[in-house]
T-cell receptor, first 113, second 113 residues
């Protein structure tokens, strides 16, 4: 158990819909990272927050957004969902902003039908 | 960050040492070697990291060649639960460097009974 929690574990929704994935980092960790893992793309970095502020951005679509709240939990919002958004979404946390040792949650499996 | 090359797959007998190689011939002086693993569909797990000296922790040992162009992750007594994809990642720890982890294809290690 990494100490990072993610909810929900599974999510099934239809195209065009909007969903919110939630992540609680390990106690004391200030940074949260979001990754997407699809069958054909492998693990891809989406975005990082550090102590409430956006720190780094990867190949995150404009339809996706995230935020980190004062209690340090984070939410990833996915809108106008497409079939290709079906994937595992992982959240990771680290104590510092450099992301050197990241601890991953169990992931949320999103299926868009 | 330097690019890494790993064999796509390896087998290992249960109870024997698993030696997973990684080539990183373009590594620069301030870049560390990190190893993560991902058991099927679970979140990646941090294993170990090092700069130039060999490192050991409760999970594994990391051997880095003197020229730092390659490294080997050693699982001393592999068990069936070590079956996973192992990722070798080279990362700088400087403050201006990218903060995300860039996962390649990794090595699928299968531990055989």
């Amino acid at each position: 158990d990494s100490g990072v929690t993610q909810t929900p574990k599974h999510l099934i929704t239809a195209t065009g819909q909007r969903v919110t994935l939630r992540c609680s980092p390990r106690s004391g960790d200030l940074s949260v990272y979001w990754y997407q893992q699809s069958l054909d793309q492998g693990l891809q970095f989406l975005i990082q927050y550090y102590n409430g502020e956006e720190r780094a951005k990867g190949n995150i679509l404009e339809r996706f957004s995230a935020q980190q709240f004062p209690d340090l939990h984070s939410e990833l919002n996915l809108s106008s969902l497409e079939l290709g958004d079906s994937a595992l979404y992982f959240c990771a946390s680290s104590i510092e902003g450099q992301g050197l040792e990241q601890y991953f949650g169990p992931g949320t499996r999103l299926t868009v039908t | 960050d330097a690019k890494t090359t790993q064999p796509p797959s390896m087998d290992c007998a249960e109870g024997r040492a698993a030696n997973l190689p990684c080539n990183h011939s373009t590594i620069s002086g301030n870049e560390y070697v990190y190893w993560y693993r991902q058991i099927h569909s679970q979140g990646p797990q941090y294993i170990i990291h090092g700069l130039k000296n060999n490192e050991t922790n409760e999970m594994a040992s990391l051997i880095i060649t003197e020229d730092r162009k390659s490294s080997t992750l050693i699982l001393p007594h592999a068990t069936l639960r070590d079956t996973a994809v192992y990722y070798c990642i080279v990362r700088s720890q400087s403050s201006g460097s990218a903060r995300q982890l860039t996962f390649g294809s990794g090595t699928q290690l299968t531990v055989l009974p």
